[in-house]
T-cell receptor
Framework: GAGVSQSPSNKVTEKGKDVELRCDPI?????LYWYRQSLGQGLEFLIY????????KSGLPSDRFSAERTGGSVSTLTIQRTQQEDSAVYLC??????????????FGPGTRLTVT | DQQVKQNSPSLSVQEGRISILNCDYT??????FLWYKKYPAEGPTFLIS?????DKNEDGRFTVFLNKSAKHLSLHIVPSQPGDSAVYFC????????????FGTGTRLKVLA
């Protein structure tokens, strides 16, 4: 079956512009996660969704960052007024949350965002 | 405040030998741990997990050990193969119904042929 897909794969934008990053999770997965990985850094948690609601938004770096998920499926991460420090690879993951189990997350290939 | 730490940024091992990747955490409430492998330009892929009620989990060449008193886990790969060369991340989950995972900064493993 299809894995997690993200679009675009690469995005170059000018400082101050808004960008939207899209994630299509694996069909039937109830949870969806956004992370970012800056150059030479680990995975930084941003936000996760259970269904359409976001129980934990604690990782969003500033109010310029927002995310939504509709229909329990596709999610969009929006960054307004981009700054150079927003340059990173943005990774999306999904998992099937049920009682027990490893709740392993399946990751997409990421969107590489470059703010010039 | 880094709650999950991988203090070795890189590790080189000869093919056929054992690779040991380490991970330390600070929050005793973490109850589930996972290891992921990441190749360049790809998303991480799940390797193996362990619950805090266990101290060992094995899957083929991969074994994860958990020492709760030391707040330490390790991933053993034996025998190591050149295809294992990648960045390895450990991740930990808190309790209280959260499904948020905190990832370490990763260890780059290089298996030398």
């Amino acid at each position: 079956g299809a894995g997690v897909s993200q679009s675009p794969s690469n995005k170059v934008t000018e400082k101050g512009k808004d960008v939207e990053l899209r994630c299509d999770p694996i069909s039937g997965h109830t949870a969806l996660y956004w992370y970012r990985q800056s150059l030479g850094q680990g995975l930084e948690f941003l936000i996760y969704f259970q269904g359409n609601s976001a129980p934990d938004k604690s990782g969003l770096p500033s109010d310029r960052f927002s995310a939504e998920r509709t229909g329990g499926s596709v999610s969009t991460l929006t960054i307004q007024r981009t700054q150079q420090e927003d340059s990173a690879v943005y990774l999306c993951a999904s998992s099937f949350l049920a009682g027990g189990g490893s709740h392993e997350q399946y990751f997409g290939p990421g969107t590489r965002l470059t703010v010039t | 405040d880094q709650q999950v730490k991988q203090n070795s940024p890189s590790l080189s091992v000869q093919e056929g030998r054992i690779s040991i990747l380490n991970c330390d955490y600070t929050n005793s409430m973490f109850d589930y741990f996972l290891w992921y492998k990441k190749y360049p330009a790809e998303g991480p892929t799940f390797l193996i997990s362990i619950s805090s009620i266990k101290d060992k989990n094995e899957d083929g060449r991969f074994t994860v050990f958990l020492n709760k008193s030391a707040k330490h886990l390790s991933l053993h790969i034996v025998p190591s193969q050149p295809g294992d060369s990648a960045v390895y991340f450990c991740a930990a989950r808190g309790t209280s119904g959260t499904y948020k995972y905190i990832f370490g900064t990763g260890t780059r493993l290089k298996v030398l042929a």
